[in-house]
């Protein structure tokens, strides 16, 4: 058995030394926001964040996982409270069909961890290696300035009080 942490809770999970973290997490944790297009570490639909780093589960074996911290989409908002990233994505329609759509928030998330005011190219190069298929790359720059600017307005608000 082998103990991951995903999203804030600990598995024990059997894992085959040959698996990889992307159908780790979908076909025995029933995580589906994890998504795999490619298989091969090209189109990074399958990211998750290891530790707070952008990281493809699909190329990546999940035994190497273990004592990492996982954060998938489940791990951020809630249907019923999506997280700031999310609601950005939402507001500013930026996706079309979604399959890209959690690896993408995923990477704006560490991107806005480590820096707080991107510009649009620093956007587009956090971003350079998602391929969305639909071509809604500028509404995907856009929703993650508008990330920024929430939580910019959120420590503001805090600041206040």
Same mark, same amino acid.
């Given at each position: ?42 189109? *990074? ?19 190497? *996982? ?57 956007? *587009? ?18 929703? *993650? ?17």
């Amino acid at each position: 058995m082998t103990k991951l942490r995903v999203n804030g809770q600990y598995y024990d999970v059997q894992i085959e030394p040959n698996e990889m973290l992307s159908d780790v997490l979908i076909k025995k944790l029933g995580l589906h926001g994890v998504r795999v297009s490619c298989s091969r570490g090209e189109c *990074a639909s399958c990211t998750v964040l290891l530790d707070g780093n952008p990281t493809l589960s699909c190329i990546m074996l999940a035994m190497q *996982a273990e004592g990492k911290e996982i954060t998938t989409i489940e791990g951020l908002g809630t249907y019923d409270k999506l997280h700031p990233i999310q609601e950005a994505f939402v507001e500013e329609q930026g996706f079309q069909c979604g399959f890209c759509t959690p690896g993408m928030i995923l990477s704006t998330k560490a991107l806005l961890e480590r820096n707080k005011r991107p510009n649009s190219e620093e956007v *587009a190069l956090a971003l350079s290696g998602h391929i969305c298929r639909c071509g809604a790359y500028p509404l995907i720059i856009k929703s *993650a300035l508008k990330a920024a600017q929430k939580f910019e307005d959120m420590d503001n608000d805090k600041n206040k009080h």
